[in-house]
T-cell receptor, first 110, second 116 residues
Framework: GIQVEQSPPDLILQEGANSTLRCNFS?????LQWFHQNPWGQLINLFY???GTKQNGRLSATTVATERYSLLYISSSQTTDSGVYFC????????????FGKGTHLIIQP | GAVVSQHPSRVICKSGTSVKIECRSL??????MFWYRQFPKKSLMLMAT?????????EQGVEKDKFLINHASLTLSTLTVTSAHPEDSSFYIC????????????FGPGTRLTVT
């Protein structure tokens, strides 16, 4: 099956800093999503981005499908940005289950 | 929009009993729902794909007789953990894809199962 690797596994930053999270995948995908898992376990949809670039406030994401990677940018980090960020991909015909990376654990210190 | 709920949020049961978890899409219809499990400090693993009106498709290594899935309507899928054992203790999360639109999946808040 497809492999999804996220880096870095852990990241500690000061409030106000910028960060870049990376997701590499081993095969073509037709779905790529970025999530933030809050302390209660809820997965919050950040981006649905199988290709291209999107921005939402302080967050933006870019997926280069031909090179099999995606990047999540967080600017001007806030303590509420802390948590685990997952990249997940889907292959096949479309409505397939997602394969998740192991996540990046982000800690923003005040 | 695109809200998915799960019930219960937490459940504790005794070894050997069965537990049913419900997953509902509140403001959209979904022919396809998914069930994942997550162990502490680990990633999510897909267990099965639930299709309305047909049998679920299970991932390799997931026992279909232990994890019964029923997708009886376009807004409800249920996961029943039968004859639960302590090793079934986990965080179970469902997701759904709206009928209209892209393949973006929306996730429920999860159900924490503890088997004693």
């Amino acid at each position: 099956g497809i492999q999804v690797e996220q880096s870095p596994p852990d990241l500690i930053l000061q409030e106000g800093a910028n960060s870049t999270l990376r997701c590499n995948f081993s095969d073509s995908v037709n779905n790529l999503q970025w999530f933030h898992q809050n302390p209660w376990g809820q997965l919050i949809n950040l981006f649905y981005i199988p290709s291209g670039t999107k921005q939402n406030g302080r967050l933006s994401a870019t997926t280069v499908a031909t090179e099999r990677y995606s990047l999540l940018y967080i600017s001007s980090s806030q303590t509420t940005d802390s948590g685990v960020y997952f990249c997940a991909v889907g292959t096949g015909g479309g409505a397939d289950g997602l394969t998740f990376g192991k996540g990046t654990h982000l800690i923003i210190q005040p | 929009g695109a809200v998915v709920s799960q019930h219960p949020s937490r459940v504790i049961c005794k070894s050997g009993t069965s537990v049913k978890i419900e997953c509902r899409s509140l403001d959209f219809q979904a022919t396809t729902m998914f069930w994942y499990r997550q162990f502490p400090k680990k990633s999510l693993m897909l267990m099965a794909t639930s299709n309305e009106g047909s049998k679920a498709t299970y991932e390799q290594g997931v026992e279909k007789d232990k994890f019964l899935i029923n997708h009886a309507s376009l807004t409800l899928s249920t996961l029943t953990v039968t004859s639960a054992h302590p090793e079934d203790s986990s965080f179970y999360i469902c997701s759904a894809i709206p009928l209209a639109g892209t393949y973006e999946q929306y996730f429920g808040p999860g159900t924490r199962l503890t088997v004693t």
